[in-house]
């Protein structure tokens, strides 16, 4: 067996330990005789793993108990619809536009409502987080909605948007449980699993209750209405089995490696390797504004096309892989969340540097 470096954007590298405990578990979990894809997701046993998946993140995240947390499929992108469907009162949302993924979830509220585009980066390509200490926020907007860590682009937000009251919704996907979350800043937190968490197709929804509603727009899917799935806690139909019980050894491995403020220091050293190198190397410079860089994914270029495309090739051949930027950007990029060892980036750090050297 030989494992790579991957610093795959996402679907990405999870914690080796928890690999091998779903493996070891894969014909027979806990003297059930059967996997955790062929049990009954109403069984005994399924329901231990669902609450206590539940439990880790409540535990993990200090989720106050006036808040509902919803295992549900579709990833992160049928939230871009649920969120508008089911928090549209008034018909009306402010959407702050810093990079792709909030740019999608925009345009799809368009569909629902009034969707205001209150802020934009895209002027520099999405290199910087928007000033957001006076937007104009819409006095009957539903909610302010923002992309906490932008995947693509690299930049995260490192002090929330003033909402002028209004209720915060925040796209966490790509950022989860990389540092610590006030989560009663938010109305409504969700996040697609994929990235620091677990396996493609889970969606975590955490929700304050008093958003749950009946009276969603009408044409609302049965599936997608937060009620039906708070109110059947997650089991509506059959929820992602597996996938949740993946999640779920994530986070008890969060939890023992020290829970989030652990986590912050650990990613906040390891981002701080390959930032520092950016910083001083000839060739390589990071794309972004430093003060609103992101912990998670770092964008980075050489300045000259060719140059990266060898660069690129060179690494997978030594076991760094996934490091092509994303199609829309070019260079490079290094997601380095939260199952990404030090290790991997002093490592990757190193060989830049020799990199750099033969190439100048
Ligand atoms: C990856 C990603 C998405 C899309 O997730 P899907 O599960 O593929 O829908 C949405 N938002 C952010 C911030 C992401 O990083």
Redesign the pocket.
């Known amino acids: 067996m030989s494992r790579v470096f991957n610093f795959s954007a996402?679907p990405s590298v999870l914690p080796e330990v928890v690999l091998k405990q779903a493996a070891e578990e894969m014909m027979d979990y806990k003297g059930s005789g059967m996997s955790v894809m062929e049990m009954s997701h109403r069984s005994k046993v399924y329901d231990n793993i669902i609450k206590e998946a539940e439990q880790d993140l409540r535990d993990l995240m200090k989720i106050p108990d006036n808040y509902k947390v919803l295992f549900l499929q579709g990833?992160?992108?049928q939230q871009f619809a649920a969120v508008p469907m089911n928090l549209m009162k008034n018909g009306v949302a402010d959407y702050i536009i810093t990079g792709q993924?909030a740019k999608k979830a925009y345009e799809e509220a368009q569909k629902y409502g009034k969707a205001n585009a209150v802020a934009s980066s895209a002027d520099k390509t999405f290199s910087y987080i928007p000033d957001c200490s006076d937007l104009p926020i819409s006095e009957d907007a539903d909610y302010v909605y923002i992309?906490h860590?932008n995947?693509i682009y690299g930049t995260t937000y490192k002090k929330l948007p003033d909402t002028k009251g209004k209720i915060l919704v925040a796209?966490m996907?790509?950022d989860i449980l990389s540092q610590p979350v006030n989560v009663s800043d938010y109305g409504l937190i969700f996040f697609?699993v994929?990235?620091n968490v677990g396996p493609?197709g889970v969606?975590v929804v955490i929700i304050r209750e008093d958003l749950i509603r009946d009276d969603v727009m009408p044409f609302t899917p049965t599936m997608l209405k937060y009620k039906t799935q708070a109110d059947n806690d997650s089991l509506y139909n059959t929820p992602p089995c597996y996938g949740i019980y993946i999640c779920g050894l994530v986070f008890k491995w969060v939890k023992e490696m020290g829970g989030l403020d652990a986590m912050k220091v650990h990613n906040e050293k390891k981002a701080a390797i390959l930032y520092d190198f950016l910083d001083s190397s000839k060739m390589f410079s990071g794309t972004v504004v430093k003060e609103d860089r992101s912990l998670m994914n770092v964008p980075f270029v050489t300045g000259n096309e060719e140059l990266d495309a060898k660069f690129v090739k060179e690494a997978t051949a030594a076991g760094f892989v996934n490091l092509k930027g994303h199609r829309t950007v070019g260079g490079m990029r290094a997601s380095i969340y939260n199952a990404m060892p030090i290790e991997g980036v002093e490592k990757l750090v190193q060989f830049m540097k020799d990199f750099e050297a033969a190439n100048s």
Do not use: L, Y
């Open positions: 996402g990833g992160a992108s993924w992309c860590n995947t796209d996907s790509s697609g994929q990235k493609a969606v």
